[in-house]
């Protein structure tokens, strides 16, 4: 998914400017170049409307939306939201950290596990369906970065399972993760059957 968000520059930083910043409604941020090798960071202070932000990150895609960020005055770049401080009382963000990326060049994001199907062993044998890894990490270009990773667990019957190995099939990406790392398998909830004293 592809997003736009509009940004402000801001030539002070420090608390009292955050402060002053989220009083006036608006969210600080700070965008991180894209850098090559050797090349030290060139961050840029701004600032972002909160509630279209939090839309973005309330989205199917959520970390993983591609943001067209236009910065007044700056041009556009192409950027990810990478990191976001929270307040603990009411949730409310209070800082936010992009990334620039490079569209033709790969990087790696964690994508969520989406099931489909109704298991059989669930479905026919009373298992249960236990998602042992909800998250892989795969490596991609921008454009290509995936809202899910669909799973499918219709075939799968007591005691089967699915691992990364078993979902590596999109030319589009390549994972990161371990091909053994166990994604989802159906299991059996033993039951405990407590004996009762005999009397005396």
């Known amino acids: 998914m592809d997003a736009v968000l509009d940004a402000v520059k801001r030539n002070t930083r420090g608390k009292n400017e955050a402060r ?10 700070v965008v991180y170049r894209a850098q090559k090798i050797g090349e030290a960071p060139a961050p840029e202070s701004v600032s972002v409307d909160p509630k279209p932000f939090l839309r973005i990150l309330h989205s199917a895609s959520g970390f993983n939306t591609l943001i067209t960020l236009r910065v007044d005055g700056g041009g556009e770049a192409r950027v990810l939201a990478k990191n976001v401080q929270l307040d603990p009382i009411t949730h409310h963000p209070l800082h936010a950290d992009f990334y620039r990326v490079n569209m033709d060049r790969k990087i790696q994001v964690t994508v969520p596990i989406t099931l489909r199907g109704e298991s059989r062993g669930v479905k026919q044998d009373g298992g249960v369906l236990d998602l042992v890894h909800p998250e892989i990490e795969v490596e991609v270009l921008p454009a290509n970065i995936p809202d899910s990773m669909e799973v499918d667990v219709t075939e799968l019957g007591i005691g089967d399972s699915i691992h990364v190995r078993d979902v590596a099939t999109n030319a589009a990406w390549t994972p ?8 989802v398998h159906v299991v059996i909830i033993k039951e405990v059957v407590e004996e009762v004293p005999a009397a005396a």
Do not use: E, T, Y
Request: hydrophobic letters at 50%; zero cysteines; proline letters at 11%.
């Open 20 to 29: 002053r910043l989220r009083a006036a409604g608006r969210l600080p941020a």
């Open 176 to 183: 990161i993760s371990d091909p053994d790392m166990m994604i």
